[in-house]
């Protein structure tokens, strides 16, 4: 079993729509979960990243997480062709670590 | 504030070769990660550096090694390429010694023939 597991995709939406993406976990003594957008031939941009259960917002973004059921998903509202990309859910698996691990992503494709 | 770079943004080498790329992280941010990533494997951490010491390694072998200055810049270095090599090399940067956010360079695209 990975450590970190997303669906590979790609996932479609219209534009305007919400985009959905999830993320589980094996570790449960995981402590922080990032989300990473990488557009094709660039490098990795955090774009959002959570510690508690629950909720966190910024802007159309939504990261979800639920630690009892080890995972962590990626809302984003009003989704635009710019959404276009892969994203890339990492977990830091072990206290005081700087290691990330990371799921092998997925492709979203917002249509026009 | 600048973003973290790294240098040099492509190299081609060949087999046998070694090669040194180098990782300058945002000011003020202490500890830097090495990561592969390549089609097959996704993204792999290699080590990350705090304050001059190697604190993680990863699943690499011995011809992966790294070290990082007094000015927190950092650089790792690769031996005896091997065609199985070829990837782009990411280095993230953080403040925290504590798995906080971490920020990537644009990464180093290398090539082995």
Redesign the interface.
Known sequence: QKEVEQNSGPLSVPEGAIASLNCTYSDRGS??F?W?RQYSG?????IM?IYSNGDKEDGRFTAQLNKASQYVSLLIRDSQPSDSATY?C?V?TD???????????TRLQVQP | KAGVTQTPRYLIKTRGQQVTLSCSPISGHRSVSWYQQTPGQGLQFLFEYFSETQRNKGNFPGRFSGRQFSNSRSEMNVSTLELGDSALYLCASSVSSSGGEQYFGPGTRLTVT
């Open positions: 402590q922080s990032f990473y660039k490098s990795p941009e955090l990243f890339l990492a830091n206290t005081g670590r700087r290691a990330l691990t990371f799921g092998s992503g």
